[in-house]
């Protein structure tokens, strides 16, 4: 049976979804939230909330990184549609064939190195 609990922030910014559920499962794998923008949350997780539990969950809430362009568009890098990574990775395979053609070959780039890169990008702009 689900266990819900809701939490109230003083936090003065709304925090990156991302980063704030990340965290959250990192305590419980069950760990699922209901926001809106505004001070509750309604957690939900598979097992009954202890004190300890309840005590770090509203530590990871009050202390979850604020919402960013930069971090929203890097949660977005990291949850692409496979059709857009396939875009991605066949462009990089196009790019080490032309790397591995030059007088002087380049080394190839890997995919995560490929997609390292443009989450990279996206937290830079």
């Known amino acids: 049976m689900s266990a819900y609990q809701t939490f109230t922030s003083s936090r003065g910014t709304e925090p990156d979804a991302a980063a704030l559920l990340a965290n959250l499962r990192a305590l ?7 926001h809106v923008p505004g ?8 097992t009954a909330w202890t004190a300890p539990q309840m005590a ?3 530590t990871v809430i009050d202390t979850a990184p604020a919402s960013t362009p930069q971090l929203s568009a890097q949660a977005a890098v990291d949850s692409l549609p496979i059709f ?3 875009i991605i990775l066949a462009l990089i395979d196009q790019l080490n ?3 591995a053609a ?8 890997t995919p995560a190195q490929a997609i390292s890169a443009i989450r990279a990008k996206a937290g830079a702009l």
């Open 84 to 86: 857009e990574r396939a």
């Open 102 to 109: 030059l007088p002087v070959p380049l080394g190839a780039i």
């Open 97 to 99: 064939v032309i790397r």
């Open 39 to 46: 001070p509750s949350y309604v957690l939900k997780k598979a």
């Open 28 to 34: 419980d794998a069950t760990v699922g939230v209901q």
């Open 56 to 58: 770090a969950a509203q």
